[in-house]
């Protein structure tokens, strides 16, 4: 089992900057972040390995970027230039390869409103 805690989400106005972080139990080749909007899909926003390939979500491309330490075993999403439509729980979760079954943290809520 991979037990993952998260911190770092909260309110912010539109074109403001959050960094939320995530810190892993052991370490595991994949960790990342999905969010879920009210009454949508879960989404992919980003991940990346241990041997530093990254993926970022087509929606946030710009404006976020993922990076870790890895002998922390923590992972963090910086996300930039907010805007409402990112507003939503953000999962980090944590695998041993990609694709592969996930572990996942409670969820940190993210607001971004005037």
């Known amino acids: 089992q991979v037990q993952l805690v998260e911190s770092g989400g909260g309110l912010v106005q539109p074109g403001g900057s959050l960094r939320l972080s995530c810190t892993a139990s052991?370490?595991?080749?994949?960790m990342g972040w999905y969010r879920q909007a009210p009454g949508r899909e879960r989404e992919l926003v980003a991940y990346n390995t241990l041997g530093g390939s990254t993926k970022i979500g087509d929606s946030v491309k710009g404006r976020f970027t993922i990076s870790r330490d890895n002998a922390k075993n923590t992972v963090y999403l910086q996300m930039n230039s907010l805007r409402p439509e990112d507003t939503g729980v953000y999962y980090c979760?944590?695998?041993?390869?990609?694709?592969?079954?996930?572990?996942w943290g409670q969820g940190t809520q993210v607001t971004v409103s005037s």
């Open positions: 979760y944590a695998a041993f390869v990609i694709g592969g079954s996930k572990y």
């Open positions: 052991i370490s595991t080749n994949v």
